[in-house]
């Protein structure tokens, strides 16, 4: 068992429940009450832009559960550009808590809920979320390099499951990119990275420090209309790049800085495929279909599952990547 510690600060029940942001369970008469989570504090399992992540223990619950808690600085007096940073993440997890805790598919990390904290000089955003055993997409093509065309196609339909939920939903991902897709050890694929998702009639302008993150794998559309003129449809081009990305090895636009990769986008280009790599008629017909420029001609998740190319080999089971 890992190492764990007693987590602290203290939660601020009044600051969680003016936000919206503690787990609400429902009670046997149906009425929803809000409950503090109680949890042991594990060692960091990851880091990303806006907070570190950590294993912990969740002990609320009869049963000891281990989970995943992503702690955010939640700054209150707005000093610099990187508070400024932390306080659109911390507004946006706002905005999509209910939502990103009534999400409940087998390729969707699990919201577990949101609890704010207060420590003697700052106050901390806790997101508590499934543990996921294994690592990002993203880390393995970065160590391991392309994968065998089974594996990429076993994950693009794992990945397209949790995006035909999300669109049923009229939820856009938005922040879909190899590192957002978490990998267990047995190749199960959990969409996390949620925090930027956002309803299709309530879309708002992501922070720039997202945009430079996630933008090789972003549709032009998303890049050229910041505020409005997209949809679902804008994750599945992602979700090309990812597949693209999974069977060359190389990142969308892998020649170009953010840059270059914004002009060509605003001449319709699209993301090119390595002069080493061919790739078959279907595959290629798959690509089309996923970046296809007006995003009414890209395909929905639902068409895309049942593709042809995604057929796996007769027997095939996930043994590693190269399998
Ligand atoms: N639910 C989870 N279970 C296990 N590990 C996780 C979980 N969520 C995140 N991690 C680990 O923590 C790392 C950082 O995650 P985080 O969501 O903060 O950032 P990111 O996805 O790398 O990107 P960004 O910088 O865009 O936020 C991930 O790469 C992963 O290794």
Redesign the pocket.
């Known amino acids: 068992m890992p190492h764990m510690q007693a987590s602290d600060p203290v939660p601020s029940t009044s600051i969680a429940q003016k936000a919206g942001l503690l787990s609400t369970v429902a009670d046997a008469s149906g009425a929803h009450r809000v409950d503090a989570i109680r949890w042991i504090r594990g060692e960091p399992?990851?880091?990303?832009?806006?907070?570190?992540?950590y294993?912990a223990l969740s002990i609320s619950t009869g049963k000891p559960q281990l989970?995943?808690v992503?702690q955010v600085d939640s700054p209150q007096v707005l000093r610099d550009e990187s508070d400024q940073r932390q306080a659109r993440f911390v507004h946006s997890v706002e905005r999509v808590s209910k939502l990103l805790v009534d999400l409940n598919h087998p390729h969707i990390?699990q919201y577990l809920g949101f609890q704010e904290c207060l420590g003697d000089y700052s106050r901390v955003l806790n997101i508590f979320?499934?543990?996921?055993?294994?690592?990002?997409l993203?880390?393995c093509l970065r160590e391991k390099g392309k994968f065998s065309e089974d594996v990429a196609k076993f994950f693009t339909l794992q990945i397209l499951g949790g995006l035909r939920y999300l669109h049923s939903r009229r939820i856009i991902y938005r922040?879909l990119?190899a590192?957002?897709v978490?990998l267990d050890r047995d190749g199960n694929c959990?969409l996390?990275?949620l925090?930027f998702s956002t309803r299709e009639d309530k879309i708002n302008k992501l922070p720039f420090?997202?945009v430079q993150?996630?933008l090789p794998w972003m549709a032009p559309e998303v890049i050229c209309h910041q505020k409005e003129g997209y949809c679902v449809k804008a994750d599945i081009w992602s979700l090309g790049c990812i597949l693209l990305e999974m069977l060359t090895g190389k990142r969308p636009w892998y020649e170009d800085e953010l840059i270059m990769i914004t002009i060509k986008m605003n001449q319709n280009k699209r993301p090119p495929i390595p002069p080493d790599v061919i790739l078959s008629d279907l595959a290629m017909n798959f690509q089309n279909l996923c970046f296809a420029i007006n995003p009414d001609e890209r395909e929905s998740a639902s068409h895309l599952e049942r593709h042809a190319y995604l057929k796996l080999s007769n027997g095939w089971r996930f043994q590693g990547f190269n399998g």
């Open positions: 399992i990851g880091k990303g832009t806006y907070g570190r992540v294993l989970v995943a992503k990390v979320m499934e543990y996921v055993s294994g690592s990002a993203g880390c922040n990119k590192d957002s978490l959990k996390s990275d925090e420090t997202t993150r996630t």
